[in-house]
């Protein structure tokens, strides 16, 4: 299958710092991505849908300034947690669809912890 | 009701035995439909597409109802290592995707 990765796998922050997640699809070109969130025992909850080239389109009780998203290739998305707080504690997971399939393929994800 | 539903499990079997999991969708416009498995504290991994006429992979076969809007997976022979979460998903909408993911349904596969 196709592969995505993503960067870091793991981050320890203070609470106040901002963070950023990098998600690359290796060897295909994505012109969707996704963004999710996971809490433990949780089922993934999507954040965001981004697009090449075009504003994020964010789930409902997702702030768009503190998630900020950047989709500016169609091999890589970004995900910026802003003035992280020890909430925003979770397993962040992109996913990347290639063009013209249904399938997600989903990159290892994110450790983020704030203290 | 929520637009993807699965057996709340979890599920204790024994190695060998077979499971079925199902799953019901809400969306009738849904179009496409996955099995993902995920071990404790990793990523999703596509596990299965779900087509109409029904498909198998190895010890793993999965079926879609449109007309009932139900989707199943069987496990045969269970392994040890078949113990994870597996989750039902679902692309619905018009005009562009939306992803739904089931709850998940864990399992234990047990010596």
């Known amino acids: 299958g196709a592969v995505v990765s993503q960067h870091p796998s793991r981050v320890i922050c203070k609470s106040g710092t901002s963070v950023k997640i990098e998600c690359r699809s290796l060897d295909f070109q994505a012109t969707t991505m996704f963004w999710y969130r996971q809490f433990p025992k949780q089922s993934l909850m999507l954040m965001a849908t981004s697009n090449e080239g075009s504003k994020a389109t964010y789930e409902q009780g997702v702030e768009k300034d503190k998630f900020l998203i950047n989709h500016a290739s169609l091999t890589l998305s970004t995900l910026t947690v802003t003035s992280a707080h020890p909430e925003d504690s979770s397993f962040y997971i992109c996913?990347?669809?290639?063009?013209?399939?249904?399938?997600?393929?989903f990159g290892p994800g994110t450790r983020l912890t704030v203290l | 009701r929520k637009e993807v539903e699965q057996d709340p499990g979890p599920f204790n079997v024994p190695e060998g035995a077979t499971v079925a999991f199902n799953c019901t969708y809400s969306?009738?416009?849904?179009?496409?439909f996955f099995w993902y498995r995920q071990d404790c504290r990793k990523e999703p991994k596509l596990l299965m597409s779900?087509?109409?006429s029904g498909n198998e992979d190895g010890r793993f076969t999965a079926q879609l109802n449109r007309a009932s809007q139900y989707i199943s997976l069987l496990i045969r022979d269970s392994k040890l290592s078949d113990s994870a979460t597996y989750l039902c998903?679902?692309?619905?909408?018009?005009?562009?995707?939306?992803?739904?993911f089931g709850a998940g349904t864990r399992l234990f596969v047990k010596a």
């Open positions: 998903v679902v692309n619905a909408g018009t005009g562009g995707f939306k992803t739904i």
């Open positions: 996913s990347a669809r290639e063009a013209n399939t249904d399938t997600q393929y």
């Open positions: 969306n009738s416009a849904s179009q496409s």
């Open positions: 779900v087509y109409s």
